[in-house]
């Protein structure tokens, strides 16, 4: 019997392998053509080859799922077009058993993204984006639109960019007196944490009063924060790029200050409960195989992978926004979608037996 598990599990192993790497391979094309219409002076192919590079593992883990689906509905295709899942069951194998031979291997790729998440993404797509920035010169704008904000006891205070190394850029301080008025604002070029304060550099600094404006420059100057170099590390990469253990501990954080921390706790969902999203596609890939699509051609088999997979898609990402502009808990938004996979896989694997 475990020859028999092995022989599933390197078919499906196979399958799954080929179907990331065209999908994989298809991605990273078009997103260096995508990299290409930002090339400019400063920012060449090389560093558009570059980025694309630091960004692969992301593009690995968003795309595991799809190819899971896909892979086993070619893989467990392969088997029942040759007729050997007809010999397996007409062997007293269940398909509960066949089930469970598939989803061994699967268990790799489940370990493999969450690995991904929680290791090596949050560091390789920091590395990209502060590399096309620094290569852009975009560290230096001070555009408002773009940037992160942060509250930081009477002051708020808005910032270009942040690198792993503590280095600030473009540091806007804005602090409010008790009646709520503005009274001073102050830019800084560039920032750095010595290990125990924030030093500013080349300070521009605003005062308003009833009577008058005034303004000075400072080359450099204290900055007495509470922010530590560790929380930037958690705010300045886009949710969607941080880590488990890092979107849990800054979900918890913007909750104790009493500020919204949906976008947070839905990519949280997302990430703790991708092999659920994963387990559940390869549900309905074994289902098709077992029910309607026994007896098709490979070609349409990919085809019927690829709407499912569209289309888990589709009511993932409409339900995740939905619930930051509805109020709903974002672990249902992330939920519902897996439980529907789950239910329809099941509702199938019942009537093929």
């Known amino acids: 019997m475990n020859k028999l598990d092995l022989y599933i599990a390197r078919t499906v192993v196979v399958a799954v392998g080929g179907a990331l790497l065209i999908i994989l391979g298809l991605t990273v094309v078009f997103a260096l053509v995508d990299q290409l219409g930002e090339l400019k002076k400063g920012y060449g192919f090389v560093d558009a080859l570059k980025y694309v590079a630091w960004t692969l593992p992301a593009r690995i883990y968003e795309q595991l799922g799809f190819s899971a689906l896909v892979g086993c509905l070619v893989g467990l295709g392969t088997l029942a077009g040759t007729s050997e899942l007809t010999v397996m069951r007409a062997a007293g194998i269940s398909i509960g058993r066949i089930t469970w031979a598939v989803m061994k291997p699967i268990l790799l790729l489940i370990l493999l993204g969450l690995a991904l998440a929680e290791f090596v993404i949050p560091k390789t797509n920091v590395i990209a984006e502060s590399d096309k920035a620094r290569a852009l010169g975009e560290l230096e704008a001070s555009g408002l639109e773009s940037g992160l904000w942060l509250k930081d006891s009477g002051e708020f205070v808005h910032f270009n960019a942040a690198l792993p190394d503590g280095d600030l850029y473009g540091v806007t301080r804005y ?169 329809a896989g099941w509702y199938l694997l019942r009537r093929a037996r």
């Open 175 to 343: 602090h409010f007196g008790a009646d709520r008025e503005l009274e001073r604002v102050e830019f800084s070029e560039r920032g750095h944490f010595d290990g125990e304060r924030w030093e500013l550099e080349n300070s521009r600094i605003t005062t308003f009063t009833a009577e008058h404006t005034g303004s000075e420059l400072v080359p450099a100057s204290e900055w007495k924060a509470e922010i530590s170099p560790e929380l930037f590390a958690l705010v300045v990469p886009l949710p969607a790029d941080l880590s488990p253990r890092n979107l849990w501990a800054y979900g918890n954080f913007l909750d104790r200050k009493g500020e919204d921390s949906s976008r947070y706790w839905l990519q949280f969902w997302k990430k703790v409960l991708q092999p659920l999203t994963i387990a559940s596609l390869v549900m309905v890939a074994i289902s098709f195989i077992f029910g309607p699509l026994r007896e098709v051609t490979t070609g349409l088999r990919v085809f019927i992978g690829l709407v499912v997979g569209l289309v888990f898609q589709f009511i993932q990402d409409m339900l995740g926004p939905s619930s930051l502009v509805f109020g709903f808990p974002p672990f249902l938004a992330v939920l519902m979608p897996i439980l529907l996979c789950f239910g």
